[in-house]
C-alpha cells in the first residue's frame, strides 16, 4: 500500500457569538485538515493547527507506505515542517492503518483501559454581556444541568474579574462538581500567585495556563507557592519541548494536544517521558470533530496515574463552544451523555467524515 495524494483542507468556521479568553477575542476557528489517500483506496483524515506544505508533501509523503510513520514523521521534521502540520498527516497514517487492519486506533495503540470517558465541559468565556457574572452563572448551571460532572471557566482578566467570577459559579454549582481554571498565559508570575491564592479558596481542580508556556522556572515558582494542582503545555510542538518542563516537574498535569504536539506518534512519547517522571496527562481538546476522535482514541489507552483504587479521573476535555466543524463534521457526532462520552469504535478514528460540511466551511 502507497500513499498517492494528500490534499489539505485550511477551514474557518465564522463564530455568531464572539467570545474571549484572557489574550484575544475569537471570531472565527481556523482548523487544518488533510486527507490522506492511498492506492488501494482507504483514505485517513488528519488534523493539525496549520496544514504542511506542497513540497513537505510530496517530498516525504507521496509514495510512502503508510505504516511506515517513524519514517515519515522524521522526514517531515527534518525538512523543518511545523509540527503542527506534521500532527494532520500523521493522525491520518494512524487513521489509515485502523481502517487497514479493520481495528479502531486505540488498538492499535495497545489496547483500551476503557470504553467511555468522563467530560469536563469547557466553555464559560468572557463574553459581550451587560451583567458578566449572572451570564457565566447561567451557562455553570446548564452545564450541570446536562449532567457534567466537571467543568472549566477562564480567568486570566484581573483580579476584580476572576475572584468575583469563580467565587460566583462555585457558589451557583456547589462542591460536588469539579471546576477547574484557565488563564490562556494571561498572567505574569506575581499576577499568577496573587490572584490564584484567591482563587484556590474555591476548591479548584487545576489552574491552567496561569503564564507563557516557556516560562518553565516561573511555572515552578508558582506550583511551589500555591495549594493547587498547575498544568498546561497545550501549545508544546514536540518532545523536547516537554522535557524540561517534565523532568523540572513544572507541572502536576501535562496537557499536550495531538493536533500540535505531533501526532498519535509523538503524543505517546510524551507520555511515556510524563509518566517516566509521575506527571499526569489529560490531552488538550480544542478543535474540529477529527480531534475530538483522536483524543477519545488517546484517552482510551491512557492508564490510570497513578494505579490506585480510586484514581484520579482520566477527563475528556468537552469543547462546548460553537463550532459547527466539531459537531456537524462526523456524520454520527460525537456527544455526550450526562457528562459521559463512548470512545468511537469503528475502525481508524472511528468516524465518517461529512463532505458537505467539510466545502461549506473550506
Not at 30 to 46: H, L, R, S
Not at 114 to 135: E, I, L, P, S, W
Amino acid at each position: 500500500m502507497k500513499i498517492v495524494d494528500v490534499k489539505t483542507y485550511p477551514l474557518v468556521y465564522p463564530v455568531q457569538d464572539p467570545f474571549s479568553n484572557a489574550m484575544r477575542w475569537t471570531r472565527e476557528r481556523p482548523f487544518g485538515v488533510v486527507e490522506v489517500i492511498t492506492d488501494n483506496g482507504i483514505t485517513g483524515w488528519g488534523e493539525g493547527a496549520i496544514v504542511p506544505t506542497r513540497r513537505a508533501l510530496d517530498a516525504h509523503v507521496i509514495g510512502q507506505n503508510p505504516f511506515h510513520y517513524e519514517v515519515i514523521w522524521e522526514g517531515l521534521h527534518k525538512m523543518g515542517t511545523d509540527t503542527a502540520a506534521i500532527s494532520a498527516v500523521d493522525i491520518a497514517l494512524w487513521d489509515i492503518m485502523g481502517k487497514a487492519l479493520d481495528q479502531p486506533i486505540y488498538n492499535l495503540l495497545g489496547g483500551a483501559f476503557r470504553n467511555r470517558v468522563q467530560a469536563y465541559a469547557t466553555g464559560m468565556f468572557q463574553r459581550d454581556r451587560a451583567d458578566k457574572t449572572a451570564f457565566l452563572i447561567a451557562e455553570a448551571k446548564d452545564y450541570a444541568d446536562q449532567g457534567f460532572k466537571a467543568m472549566k471557566m477562564k480567568v486570566g482578566f484581573g483580579p476584580d474579574y476572576d475572584i468575583k467570577n469563580v467565587a460566583a459559579v462555585r457558589r451557583a454549582i456547589g462542591d460536588d462538581i469539579l471546576l477547574a481554571v484557565d488563564a490562556n498565559c494571561g498572567y505574569d508570575r506575581g499576577s499568577a500567585i496573587a490572584i490564584g491564592q484567591r482563587l484556590t479558596e474555591n476548591n479548584l481542580l487545576w489552574f491552567e495556563e496561569p503564564i507563557s508556556a516557556d516560562d518553565i522556572d516561573g511555572y515552578i515558582e508558582i506550583r511551589r507557592a500555591l495549594n493547587v494542582r498547575i498544568s498546561g503545555a497545550e501549545q508544546l510542538r514536540g518532545r523536547w519541548a516537554f522535557r524540561r518542563m517534565l523532568q523540572e516537574h513544572a507541572l502536576d498535569i501535562a496537557q499536550p494536544d495531538v493536533c500540535i504536539c505531533g501526532g498519535f506518534t509523538e503524543f505517546r512519547k510524551i507520555a511515556a517521558m510524563a509518566s517516566a517522571n509521575h506527571v499526569r496527562v489529560i490531552p488538550h481538546m480544542f478543535g474540529t470533530a477529527i480531534r475530538l476522535a483522536a483524543t477519545l482514541q488517546l484517552l482510551a489507552v491512557l492508564p490510570d496515574a497513578p494505579r490506585a483504587l480510586e484514581p484520579f479521573p482520566t477527563l475528556l476535555e468537552y469543547d462546548m463552544s460553537e463550532n459547527a466543524l466539531r459537531t456537524e463534521l462526523a456524520r454520527e457526532p460525537i456527544r455526550h451523555t450526562d457528562g459521559i462520552v463512548t470512545i468511537p469504535q469503528g475502525p481508524g478514528l472511528g468516524i465518517e467524515i461529512n463532505r458537505e460540511v467539510l466545502q461549506r466551511y473550506g
